[in-house]
């Protein structure tokens, strides 16, 4: 057992799952030996992002993770974690762009009959049971789970189920994150990549007993992947795909094959197909087994909305030791965010757009810019009026942490600047001048 601090393997499992989405984006769809090899962020891809923005697996991850921090108790809220999905789905929440700009299909389906069932009960169960509805859409986002609850594993691989039964209820994707929840447990716990990998005897985290896997036995499917397919095999063999089952293989299949964290990143994106997906898998794991350290700096660097990021991260380990109150510093950052969030994509992001309401002068759209600062400030404004107690050094976090998200939204309001500017001289008819 090596000596990485839990705080350092939660924030490396978070941002690995982000970063790696990242990473595979730029050749997500992409078949592998067909493009430039991936060897650092650089964006692009189907959906044209900036290097460092994340696609859906990274947005839904962070809705998880403020699902269950949102909770007091131990049980999560399968309503609170469909909430905020809509909320990402309708409104862009906790996108890296300020949008929902993919969405898989079994999501969506989930997410429809969410939203148009107003009667909701005390979960919100919405996913297809049927095997054919097995994507890699619930294990994509796992990560929270494992993070919050690994001194409890047997909880842990519950809630794992609970977390996927929302919008993916497969028996192969239930048991894909019950076993990918062992194994991040087990990362957080140090083991090494030999006990992780054994399979002469399926890994059992430390908080569930030996015969775990035999008392509660794993899909035939599941199994043949975590008894060590992925060390005989190789691409064509290994797939890129969308189901979950090949996509845990090719995620396991770098992590085994290679030495390091980033190694093992290009190996798994460079597979290309779903490589943001089979890219987030592995970084969840990666990240909680080599730490934040051993990330690349300047990929963290340029993770979109990092600092809100490390917050939730955190925030995780906080509650991981001990379920109370959320901390001052994450509810006013979060705080921030929201705020920032909600006029951004609500207001900003919708008048760029074509609408009734589109800008037709910079004056106007300078107007909104003010707007979001005075709604920053405001925020922030509070905190002297706050009664709660708060240390110098808990203000200062959280005014350094707010300013980059301001700025991030800024560094997203260039862009919408950008493409308004070409609207407008495009729109410029040559004749109106001439009277
Ligand atoms: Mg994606």
Redesign the pocket.
């Known amino acids: 057992m090596n000596k990485i601090s839990l705080s350092d393997r939660i924030s490396g499992s978070l941002f690995g799952l982000l970063l790696c989405?990242s990473l595979g984006?730029a050749v997500?769809c992409q078949i592998s030996g067909s493009f430039d090899p991936v060897k650092s962020l650089r964006g692009g891809g189907k959906f044209q992002l900036k290097p460092g923005q994340f696609?859906?697996?990274g947005s839904m991850a962070l809705c998880l993770s403020i699902a269950l921090l949102d909770n007091e108790n131990n049980i999560h809220s399968s309503i609170k974690q469909m909430n905020l999905y809509q909320r990402w789905y309708e409104n862009g929440y906790l996108s890296s762009n300020g949008e929902c700009f993919?969405i898989g299909i079994t999501v969506r389906i989930a997410l429809n009959k969410f939203i148009s069932n107003s009667d909701q009960s005390e979960t919100a169960y919405y996913g297809n049971t049927s095997d054919k509805a097995s994507g890699n859409g619930s294990l994509?986002r796992l990560a929270p789970i494992p993070l919050l609850y690994y001194q409890d594993p047997s909880h842990a691989v519950i809630e794992a189920m609970n977390s996927s039964k929302t919008t993916h209820a497969s028996l192969l994707c239930l048991d894909s994150c019950r076993i990918y929840t062992a194994l991040i447990i087990g990362a957080l716990q140090g083991f090494s990549k030999d006990d992780l990998l054994n399979t002469d005897h399926l890994f059992v985290p430390n908080g569930l007993s030996n015969d775990y896997w035999i008392n509660n036995p794993l899909d035939a499917d599941v199994f043949k992947v975590i008894n060590g397919s992925y060390k005989q095999l190789n691409p064509p063999e290994i797939k890129a795909s969308g189901f979950v089952i090949e996509t845990m293989e090719a995620a396991l299949w770098a992590f085994y094959h290679t030495n390091s964290f980033e190694e093992g990143a290009l190996k798994a994106v460079n597979l290309g197909n779903d490589a943001?997906?089979v890219g987030?898998i592995y970084g969840m794991l990666a990240g909680a087994f080599y730490g934040i350290d051993h990330i690349p700096n300047e990929w963290k660097e340029k993770c979109y909305f990092n600092d809100l990021i490390q917050t939730i991260s955190d925030e995780l380990f906080r509650q991981s030791q001990i379920r109370t109150n959320v901390s001052i510093v994450y509810k006013k950052i979060l705080e921030v965010y929201d705020e920032l969030a909600k006029f951004y994509s609500g207001t900003i992001k919708r008048r760029v757009l074509p609408c009734p309401k589109q800008y037709k002068s910079m004056e106007e759209f300078n107007e909104d810019i003010q707007q979001l600062n005075s709604i920053y400030e405001n925020v922030l404004k509070s905190l002297d009026e706050d009664q709660e107690m708060i240390t110098n050094d808990e203000k200062q976090l959280i005014f350094n942490r707010s300013k980059t998200i301001l700025k991030q939204f800024l560094i997203l309001i260039e862009d919408d600047k950008h493409s308004l500017t070409i609207k407008w001289l495009r729109n410029v008819n040559p004749f109106s001048q001439k009277k």
């Open positions: 989405d984006t997500e696609t859906d697996d993919d994509m943001d997906t987030a």
